[in-house]
């Protein structure tokens, strides 16, 4: 073992080197070399705040700005404690009738009802005091375009704008008022009334009944002139007018048609030539169903098909036939009355085929509704008859009279008649709105004229008769301040206005200026965290139509927003 190495300290081990030392020297030096940088401020002698100043300064401006993230965290939770309303989809998609019946029913019954709205979202719905929803009748996109500046009120109160698939003039109050019951709901309904051994409290259709008495069908009978279509659907409907088809020849008749013009209906039969369509029959009927004229047509060209399962048309009927188009219009030209009405179902088809125009038309087709029904289906579901039942085609005379039994009945009843509705849907039961609102515990008012209030009368709810739209603005606020969850209004003046004689621009403009203002004092009304609904509720028959008419013209439209207090903008 050798000798044990002595412990060596950290300085005892390290030569003194030259190094060192020049460092140890040369540290005072930078010291002096930094107090040689102070800026120039210090030596000119500028003063400089005490510490406890700044520190003042910086306190200061940290309360002020915890006081502005207060007062935002306030507003927000405010607003976390208040309804919101805003769109799911763009402004350019329309929606269905139907989908604002969605957001009144939601709007009301919050999650009681039993569906909500797909084309909007409404927030925190429980929160809701009231709701409003004023039907402005007439008013159609068309006219909204034309004259947004008059509506100033409904531009800034409402932060939803969405467009309304045109709907027929019936449907502006029972589409919008009216709910159709879904089948599991009915079959529940039935399955639960057997398990109680009673009969199912299902609402009950309102029938058409023939035994109505005279002073209602006066109160609802239209003039004849309501029911001819203008020059401008003529051309929408796809009839042939002289300045398209100059080889037409044109009827003896007025300008005008009166209640004392005669309502001649027409029918008729064609089959396939090689140069397409072709008269092959001719059916005209009277008021009185009397047949004034009634006979066989050979085309000029040759048949390639007789349709004889429409038509009833063969060729051994047609082998005899003498007459041709031309003494056919020779005779009609001799037995339409010049201030005639022509009736027809589908009549342009009728007109085309008969190489021939006449101004006064009414077409059963549309007449009940905003698209073509057969003439079949009509007759079924509103003359409680069945026609064109054999195997041997269509029979002109049966149709035309047919088709003159639907214009008559239209007359004589007006929009009091019911909404069509196909075989496969007639059997659901219908209900007011205001019944399904008052079944999950809610009140409502209606404010309306009297014929429009008699489809309710039977509701648990509050029917108030007014006659003006001004009547209706003052009752309506004092309403809003009842206790009715929901409360209705329509306004009627400018429906009236376009359904009269004069539609001057001026008298136009001021209707819809008045009827801005009065959407705004309603809105003003309300309490605040209340949802306000306008419909602007018009059909296809509000609009004189022609050949520059286009599609996104014939739409509503549908405004709606929430009440909130002045102080209190609202936030995302």
């Known amino acids: 073992m050798g000798k044990k190495r002595p412990y060596v300290g950290v300085d005892e081990g390290l030569p003194k080197t030259k190094s060192i030392k020049k460092e140890i020297i040369e540290l005072p030096k930078k010291k002096k070399a930094k107090e040689k940088n102070k800026p120039s401020t210090y030596k000119q002698g500028i003063k400089i705040e005490p510490v406890e100043t700044v520190v003042q300064q910086v306190t200061v401006e940290e309360i002020e700005k915890q006081k502005k993230k207060t007062v935002n ?62 039907i402005v009748g007439g008013v159609n996109e068309k006219w909204y375009r034309q004259c947004s500046h008059l509506f100033t009120n409904i531009q800034q109160l409402f932060n939803v704008s969405v467009k309304v698939k045109p709907v027929s003039t019936k449907s ?93 209906a027409i029918d008729c039969e064609m089959c396939l030539t090689c140069n397409g369509q072709e008269l092959t029959r001719v059916s005209v009927v009277n008021e009185k169903h009397e047949v004034l004229y009634d006979t066989l047509v050979k085309p000029y060209n040759k048949i390639i098909h007789y349709n004889t399962q429409f038509s009833g048309i063969t060729e051994r009927l047609l082998n005899p036939v003498t007459i041709r188009l031309a003494d056919v219009q020779k005779k009609l030209l001799s037995i339409i009355p010049t201030n005639a009405i022509l009736v027809g179902q589908s009549l342009n088809g009728d007109l085309k085929a008969l190489k021939m125009y006449h101004p006064h038309c009414i077409d059963t087709s549309s007449l009940f509704t905003t698209y073509k029904v057969g003439l079949k289906a009509l007759t079924k579901f509103y003359l409680k008859k069945d026609i064109q039942c054999g195997n041997d085609g269509h029979n002109s005379i049966e149709d035309a009279t047919a088709s003159m039994d639907l214009a008559l009945l239209k007359l004589r009843k007006g929009n009091n008649l019911r909404n069509y509705q196909s075989g496969r849907k007639n059997d659901l039961p219908v209900e007011s709105i205001f019944q399904r609102i008052a079944a999950g515990k809610q009140k409502s008012t209606v404010l309306d004229v009297p014929g429009n209030l008699k489809k309710f009368y039977k509701d648990s709810v509050d029917c108030i008769t007014v006659m003006t739209d001004s009547e209706t603005k003052k009752k309506m606020k004092k309403a809003l301040n009842g206790d009715s969850s929901l409360v209705c209004g329509h306004l009627h003046s400018f429906k009236t206005l376009m359904d009269g004689i004069s539609h001057e621009q001026e008298v136009i403009e001021s209707t819809l200026g008045k009827i801005d203002e009065r959407v705004g004092e309603i809105y003003a009304a309300m309490p605040n965290n209340s949802l306000c609904i306008v419909v602007f509720a018009s059909s296809t028959q509000d609009i004189d139509m022609d050949v520059n008419t286009s599609e996104s013209e014939l739409y509503s439209r549908c405004f709606a927003g929430i009440k909130y207090e002045k102080d209190e903008p609202e936030t995302t």
């Open 73 to 134: 965290i306030d507003r927000i939770q405010k607003s976390m404690q208040r309804p919101k309303m805003f769109l799911n989809q763009s402004d350019q998609t329309a929606v269905n009738v139907s989908d604002i019946q969605d957001l009144i029913q939601f709007s009301c019954l919050g999650l009681v009802s039993s569906v909500q709205p797909t084309w909007c979202k409404l927030l925190r719905v429980g929160k809701l005091r009231k709701v409003a929803v004023v």
């Open 172 to 264: 502006v109050i029972h589409n919008l008022l009216f709910l159709k019951w879904t089948r599991s709901r009915l079959k529940k309904e039935v399955y639960i009334s057997r398990l109680l051994e009673k009969e199912p409290d299902i609402p009950k259709q309102e029938e058409d009944s023939s035994s109505d008495d005279d002073n209602e069908e006066e109160e609802c009978k239209l003039m004849r002139g309501d029911l001819v279509l203008t020059e401008g659907q003529m051309r929408w409907h796809g009839y042939l007018l002289p300045d398209v088809s100059p080889d037409f020849i044109q009827t003896n008749h007025v300008d005008a048609v009166d209640e004392d013009s005669p309502l001649i």
